[in-house]
């Protein structure tokens, strides 16, 4: 399990990953994922939680993880995959 990733890319501007209808009735949400990382240090995610359900921001976490690179965890000086729980806010107000 990887605890504090080294990021390689992250999304300049993830807002604009929020859900419309949501973020014009203010609301807020929060997702949990499971996600799988890679040796090339990309990430392929499951949404564990998704709070509150039915707003749209389970999809919105995917795309904003596959924007995603971090280094790859390591064993023997090798690559190797790993697991990383991504948690992604969504704050209307910023």
Known sequence: MITTPTWIERPRHPERW?????????????????????????????????????????DAALRIAQAHVMRPAMQNGVAVRGRYRMVVPFTPNG
């Open 18 to 58: 929020f859900p419309r209808q949501a973020f014009m009735q203010g609301i807020a949400g929060e997702v949990v994922l499971d996600c799988e990382v890679s040796v090339d240090g990309r990430l392929s995610c499951v949404v564990a939680s998704e709070t509150p359900t039915g707003q749209g921001f389970g």
